[in-house]
C-alpha cells in the first residue's frame, strides 16, 4: 500500500476491545479477533462508531458504547475500551501521540 493513503485517511485506534465484541463504524460490523487494532483508511468527515460491552441475545440491547468521531485527513484517534463502565474513553495526548507515528509508519493492520 502507498503510505501516503494514510495521510489522506483517517484511521481508528481501538485498545482493550475483547475479542468477540462487535465493533460498529458507520454501518459496517466487525467482531473483534485476538488481533484486532483498529480500523484505517477511514474517509474524513463524521463517523458513527460503537462497542457491544458484551455478547448479548437477539432483542436485547444490552449496554453499547457509542459517539460520533470527526476524522481530518491523516488523523488517528485512539480510544479505550473500559470494561469497568462499559465505555469507550479517549486515550491520553501522549499516548495518542505514540499510537499515531505507529499507525501512520504502517505498523498497524486491521485484523478482523
Known sequence: MDPSVLL??????LLHVIEGQRVQLDLD????GPKFMGVKL???GIHF???EATERAPGDEGSVSKMFL???????IVLKWSPSDSTLIRADPEEEERFS???LGLL???IV
Open 8 to 13: 489522506r485517511t483517517g484511521t481508528l485506534v
Open 29 to 32: 460490523y466487525l467482531t473483534v
Open 42 to 44: 477511514i474517509p474524513p
Open 49 to 51: 462508531v460503537s462497542v
Open 70 to 76: 470527526s476524522f481530518q485527513a491523516g488523523d488517528v
Open 101 to 103: 507515528l505507529g499507525a
Open 108 to 110: 498497524y493492520h486491521t
